[in-house]
């Protein structure tokens, strides 16, 4: 019902930058929250950032001073700008929007890979 598309996503060099967008589209009639996670080769996935309705975020403590969640609320869209980019911050990274009203409803995007290189 609901589609997440990411775009941004590419090469970069390390200390370079990278914008990451994520737009939502579908029956959707509130999202509570969005927000990036990603996952890097044989890792696990883990939280990059989240950003409520209502503007709250949260960090990872890895990306903290360095990335800036912003959203639109009215074009169903998240941003994720990645300043100081490490290679350790290769990794795929999905979108996330919990549509739900009552009780958490996630959906995920495809995921877009970054990789910066040293």
């Known amino acids: 019902q609901v589609q997440l598309v990411e775009s941004g996503g590419g090469l970069a060099q390390a200390g370079g930058s990278l914008r990451l967008s994520c737009a939502a589209s579908?029956?959707?009639?509130?999202?509570?929250?969005m927000g990036w996670y990603r996952q890097a080769p044989g890792k696990q996935r883990e939280l990059v950032a989240r950003?409520?309705?209502?503007?709250?975020?949260n960090y990872a403590d890895s990306v903290k001073g360095r990335f800036t969640i912003s959203r639109d609320n009215a074009k169903n869209t998240v941003y994720l700008q990645m300043n100081s980019l490490k290679p350790e911050d290769t990794a795929v990274y999905y979108c996330?929007?919990?549509?739900?009203?009552?009780?958490?409803?996630?959906?995920w995007g495809r995921g877009t890979q970054v990789t910066v290189s040293s």
């Open positions: 996330n929007a919990d549509v739900g009203v009552v009780v958490p409803v996630y959906y």
């Open positions: 579908g029956r959707i009639s509130s999202i509570a929250a």
């Open positions: 950003i409520t309705r209502a503007g709250s975020t």
